[in-house]
């Protein structure tokens, strides 16, 4: 059976100009599309070619920075190591 892969939405609010708007509505009604497919399929085409020009992949950035956020700060570790450890005594 195949595993139906259900793609999460995030509602925002945002600017844009008004002739944009006009022209992105014509093309979904003509396309027979909602206009958040449309605006979805727009923003997809728009990342492709960034990605393309720029010979980067953002995914790859992004799942970059969210293993960085899951590794321990190089300091909080040095903090703990320093609790775990006694004091040493000298002997003079």
Do not use: G, W
């Not at 995914?59 to 909080?76: A, G, K, P």
């Amino acid at each position: 059976m195949k595993s139906i892969q259900k793609s999460t939405k995030k509602r925002f609010t945002t600017l844009i100009n008004e002739d944009l708007l006009s022209q992105i509505k014509l093309i979904s009604y003509f396309t027979n599309q909602k206009l958040n497919e449309c605006i979805n399929s727009s923003l997809q085409h728009y990342i492709n070619d960034f990605e393309s020009k720029n010979n980067t992949t953002l995914n790859s950035i992004i799942d970059l920075q969210n293993n960085f956020t899951q590794l321990h700060n190089i300091n909080d570790i040095d903090a703990e190591v320093d609790k775990t450890q006694t004091p040493s005594k000298t002997i003079k």
